[in-house]
């Protein structure tokens, strides 16, 4: 009977063991599976299944044996994509993606990626009245066939909205448009009531983020699965797309005014697609899928990822069947300059948005104990300092992170009542002055670095601080390195307009050259995007820090995010002005209608060195909305020109396939060089050859019988030569071609980085201008 019990405690303290050893394996197993994105041949679904969704499953089931009680807890199956995307988003472990592969029935398994946030004044310094004062000079206010402007639609695609925001008022607006079938939907903190006229969908999408953050996201009380904005920014990239008039509108008095969308008569659907760590290629894709099948016309997204070529970038698959479908996609730039190859969102049928800035400021001062006072900016609107100087200090050389004023970095005991130096860089502007205070600072100066040059960028700090530039920055540091008892008066100007010179690019803006396509040049233009006012979301603070309490209902944002919204906003004006137009019609009136010369008349500069700015910074330059209104001439592209580019680049047929998604293609059509695209401007690339000939087909939008003659300007190592010299359009709609041959003069040096120029074509009413960029090396 003892050995019985012997035994039978061995046997349970085996089954234990095993059980225990099956639990760490399954737990393991969880641990390994990752969100993937599987490319599936539509056309091979066997007839058995009644849809795609069926057979996606099963192909999923099969993939695990019935003795995986970890598969069963679980659907794998997060996404079923339909228009943007043939396929679906799955959990996978290593294993199961590479049998997934082996499938003839599969195209491609990826894994998912992570995307990032690129994070009043505005319709007048673009020269918007009103959506009404809009119109074609050679039709009149009244001439043409025009779209309602109620029935646009601008889908965002962000974190969510705050719909509760004076700036989806519906005051006014037509009943929604027949063709809508998106939805507004609910969540604990959101009801499906919360739409309106104005605001017509709000959806979201967080399986992906949900598989990446597991157990965490339960975790966080701010992740709540609704389409509530609570970070702000989809908020603020939404209201300046479409939003309603809000009269007396400002963030703590700053940027006081009426604020307004660009086509604040267009619909607003909002698509919660990114959450706190971040936002994941399934659920953008979701969106995007979502959004093309609502009915939206303008897609916005202020946010992208790394590099990749085209099969493997997310959002430039969801945005080819967009424009097939007659949607325009405006994406932003990044927030990585002023380093060269940093930008993102560069497919061609993408318009990829830099930043500028406006001719407002908000000047702030920083006055020292040696008599000198430093201008600067600053949105701070608390009490002040007063006017007694205060004792500054400056981290030691050795001390990088408190020169930087990173995290627990500053001693409260050398830091208490004074004013801090901090470098610009690593963390947040913002949570540099949050450190300051912690630790008993009373003030900030904010200095940049070379990485930042000139740029000023205005934040809501939560103490007084004053934010300079690197040349002031570097006298300041001098001064509280050498002074005895340096000291300083931190004052506060408010808020002035009519600054020169302006449009400036940011510095942040990302650049390029194009290093998925080097043929093709990006960005294609700047817009607004340096202290932009727009609505906000009220649960979240100015400064987005969590022990910012402050409520405010507008906020002044800069980033690429916030010049895309401008340019999806003015789109969605064009589309109204011509609802027949091409998403690639609409492209091209924005890229060959923008400028290069600052309001003195000077061309653009780089707030980065403060140099000349070059089309790797500004694209074809700053969007001008009155005169791509009405351009004379387009560069139109079809789908089938794209495939044709596609064709021509080093893809196998599959890869081709998942951005098409059609089953036939058979790049029957390519061209010889990427750079063959019909595109409203030029990248010029010689490496080895010494001539490179381009032919582009213009399309007359003007008036009937217009002529145009050509000029070009360029550098003194390329010899350019333009055939025909003058094209004559006898009706609207005609299309002409032109062939522009790029001659490499003997004697340049094959080092030589990259060189500068324009080809325009113009008569009375237009010029159509297009820049060239050289290069004599590949990337």
Known sequence: MANLRIRSLAALQCLALLLSSAIAAAATAAAAKKTYIVHMNPHHMPSSFATHRDWYASSLQSLSSSSDASAAAADPLLYTYTAAFHGFAATL??????????????????????YELHTTRTPAFLGISGDLGLWDPQEGPNGGK??????????????????????????????????WKGACESGPDFSAKSCNKKLIGARFFSKGFRMASGSSFLKNPQEVES??????????????????????????????????????????????????????????????????????????????????????????????????????????????????????????????????????????????????RYAGVSLYSGPGMGHNPVPVI??????????????????????????????RGVNARVEKGQVVRDAGGVGMILANTAANGEELVADSHLIPAVAVGRKMGDVIREYAKSDRSPTAVLSFRGTVVNVRPSPVVAAFSSRGPNTVTQQILKPDVIGPGVNILAGWSEAAGPTGLESDTRKTLFNILSGTSMSCPHISGVAALLKSAHPNWSPS???????????????????????AGGTVSTPWAHGSGHVDPQKALSPGL??????????????????????????????????????????????????????????????????????????????????STVGVTVKPMKLIFPKVGDKMRYTVTFVSKKGTNPTTRSEFGSIVWSNAQNKVRSPVAYAWTKL
């Open 93 to 114: 472990d290593p294993d199961e993606a590479d049998a997934l592969r082996s499938s003839a029935s599969v195209l491609g398994v990826y894994e998912d990626t992570v």
């Open 394 to 423: 400056y981290s030691k050389d050795s001390n990088i992170s408190g020169q930087l004023c990173l995290p627990g970095s500053l001693n409260p005991a050398l830091t208490r009542g004074k004013v801090v130096l901090c470098d």
């Open 227 to 372: 389409p509530r904005d609570r970070d702000g920014h989809g908020t603020h990239t939404a209201s300046t797309a479409a939003g309603s008039p809000v009269a007396n509108a400002s963030l703590l008095g700053y940027a006081s005014g009426t604020a307004r969308g660009m086509a604040e008569h267009a619909r607003v659907a909002a698509y919660k697609v990114c959450w706190s760590s971040g936002c994941f290629g399934a659920d953008i894709l979701a969106g995007m899928d979502r959004a093309i099948l609502d009915g939206v016309d303008v897609l916005s997204l202020s946010l992208g990822g790394g590099i990749a070529p085209y099969y493997r970038d997310t959002i430039a698959i969801g945005a080819f069947t967009a424009m097939e479908r007659g949607i325009f996609v405006s994406c932003s730039a990044g927030n990585s300059g002023p380093v060269k190859e940093s930008l993102a969102n560069v497919a061609p049928w993408i318009m990829t948005v830099g930043a500028g800035t406006l001719d407002r400021d908000f000047p702030a001062y920083a006055l020292l104990g040696n008599g000198k």
């Open 146 to 179: 025009r779209r309602a402007f109620g029935d646009v639609i601008v889908g965002v695609l962000d974190t969510g909205v705050w719909p509760e925001s004076k700036s989806f008022d519906d005051a006014g607006m037509p009943e929604l448009p027949a063709r």
């Open 634 to 715: 387009v560069y139109d592209l079809t789908a089938e020109d794209y495939i044709a580019f596609l064709c021509s680049l080093d893809y196998t047929i599959d890869h081709v396939k998942t951005i098409v998604k059609r089953p036939n293609v058979t790049c029957s059509r390519k061209f010889s060089d990427p750079g063959e695209l019909n595109y409203p401007s030029f990248s010029v690339v010689f490496n080895d050859k010494k001539v490179v000939r381009y032919t582009r087909e213009l399309t007359n939008v003007g008036a009937a019988g217009s002529m145009y003659n050509v000029s070009v300007t360029g550098p």
């Open 585 to 607: 019609a609409i492209k091209s009136a924005l890229m060959t209608t923008a400028y290069d010369l600052d309001n003195t008349r000077s061309p653009l500069r780089d707030a």
